[in-house]
């Protein structure tokens, strides 16, 4: 299927006509309308129907998702004005090498995102397993949650933690809405490790550490 646009789902309950092209190996130029029904979604792999209530809730979701370990970092960038940003996730991951890509997920109701999606690039900084209190204050509501907290600019301009395991410098490359989350897409641009050892890991609600097997 060509021509689809990426952001084409309906949303359930919703009717509307789409305009798109190139469906079913038309010609690409030829353009024609489609009735999407009632909780239908039009996707770029076909129409999917989304009637069907699914068989567990949130909580379910979460506790099994948990059985998954995590590590955690903190996605740092500088404002403007001058003031640091910035959230803690678990959920970061490597992309691509060529180009060299990394993601992670912020929720769309987080309010450090903006602020760092203003800035246009950000430091992913690997926490390590002796900085469960600073990992506790980046999480925090308070204002001002860099009080305190120790750090330097990297060339690219964004905070680099003291003490963190490695950090990867990225400037922001996409955002694409996936369910109550994004998917942020850096493009990485410097990287280091900074102090080889343990990193903070998340597991199952509680923080711990990495221990290999002899």
């Known amino acids: 299927m060509h021509g689809v646009p990426d952001l084409c789902c309906i949303s359930p309950g919703i009717k509307a006509r789409l305009l798109w092209q190139g469906l079913c190996g038309k010609d690409q ?3 024609r309308w489609s009735e999407i029904g009632d909780c239908e979604a039009l996707t770029p792999y076909g129409v999917l ?4 209530a699914v068989s567990f809730d949130s909580a379910t979701f979460r506790h099994v998702l948990g059985h998954y370990p995590t590590g955690v970092c903190v996605v740092t960038a ?6 640091a940003a ?3 996730v678990g959920s970061f991951t490597s992309v691509s090498l060529d180009p060299p890509l990394v993601a992670f997920f912020p929720a769309k109701s987080s309010e450090s ?4 999606e ?7 900084n690997i926490l390590a397993s002796d900085q469960q209190p600073l990992c506790r204050q980046l999480a925090g509501k308070q204002l001002d949650k860099f009080a305190g907290v120790t750090h330097r600019l990297s060339e690219g301009g964004s905070p680099i933690l003291d003490g963190v395991v490695a950090w990867i410098d990225c400037q922001l490359d996409a955002v694409h809405g996936a369910g109550d989350h994004y998917i942020v897409l850096g493009r990485v641009t410097a990287l280091e490790v900074e102090k080889p050892g343990k990193p903070l890991l998340f597991f199952q609600g509680g923080y711990g550490e990495f221990t290999q097997f002899i």
């Open 29 to 31: 130029d030829e353009q």
């Open 49 to 52: 129907d989304v009637t069907g």
């Open 78 to 83: 500088l404002e403007a004005d001058g003031a």
């Open 86 to 88: 910035g959230m803690v």
């Open 113 to 116: 995102w903006p602020r760092i």
């Open 118 to 124: 203003r800035a246009g690039k950000f430091c992913v």
